[in-house]
């Protein structure tokens, strides 16, 4: 359990103590082996609709995002790593503005209070990036990563749902970083590309790291590239940034060029 003192002008003292009296979930699964935990403030079936997606088959009973009011009693201060949102897209076009904000002004409240034990670092991951670069003012990013997924050059709508297609994904990231927020692309689960269009889309993103990872999602399949495919495109990337392969993509993985992670 942790108490906070916040501001309140409603009260005598001009403070009121918030009590955070829930654990964070520790990360699990096929996660980054850097994020200590996840959080889930915002639930509810990701509008995106990627049919690869892990969350269809868990969400069982399905609704449309929703504010849980008793996630924000969880504890933060537990994390190193806080991966915000794995389970649904927050900064999708479905999720209203004062949620968002609410999330966001949640996570900062707890850096402000603990700079003497490091900060935490927040993870956010949109296939909307343009709706992430809305909120790029807001000091949360001074210890964050924005992060966004690139499955391939190629636009396979059968998977990726109604998302924008990857090459819109990429000037709003650009832009992340131009702010001098820490940036990151996925490739995850990564699809057939064309290697030299797919390259160009990453490093127009000025990412500081990428992340490889194939489908793990076993009730559908993707049009998977070759291994040899993925290893010219890991040699490229490498002459750029830092490459990560997922454990479940072992045999992209080439200790020359990649770190798993």
Not at 18 to 28: G, K, Q, T, W
Not at 208 to 232: D, H, T, W
């Amino acid at each position: 359990m942790k108490t906070i003192l916040v501001e309140d002008p409603m009260s005598e003292s001009g403070y009121k103590e918030m009590v955070f009296d829930l654990p964070l979930n520790r990360a699990s699964g096929n996660m980054y082996k850097w994020v200590s935990h996840t959080w889930n403030p915002v639930k509810g079936i990701c509008p995106h609709g990627c049919q690869y997606c892990n969350m269809n088959n868990l969400l069982l009973d399905k609704y449309k995002p929703i504010l849980v009011d008793d996630e924000f009693r969880r504890n933060l201060d537990e994390a190193k790593v806080l991966f915000v949102g794995d389970s649904i897209d927050l900064f999708s076009e479905a999720v209203p503005m004062g949620w968002i904000m609410k999330v966001l002004d949640h996570c900062t409240m707890f850096n402000d209070e603990r700079p003497e034990k490091g900060h935490i670092s927040f993870l956010f991951m949109s296939k909307n990036p343009a709706g992430m670069l809305k909120y790029a003012a807001h000091r949360v990013f001074k210890h964050a990563i924005a992060a966004t997924t690139i499955e391939s050059n190629r636009h396979y709508p059968e998977y990726m749902g109604n998302t924008h297609k990857p090459e819109e994904r990429v000037e709003p990231m650009a832009k992340l970083s131009e702010m001098g927020i820490y940036t990151m692309v996925s490739l995850e689960p990564l699809m057939d590309f064309d290697l030299e269009e797919l390259v160009d889309l990453i490093k127009r993103c000025e990412p500081k790291r990428v992340v490889i990872g194939k489908n793990s999602n076993r009730q559908i399949s993707v049009p998977e590239p070759p291994a040899e495919k993925v290893k010219l495109l890991c040699a490229e990337l490498g002459k750029f940034t830092k490459v990560f392969v997922m454990e479940n993509a072992r045999e992209w993985y080439d200790k020359n060029i990649a770190t798993i992670s």
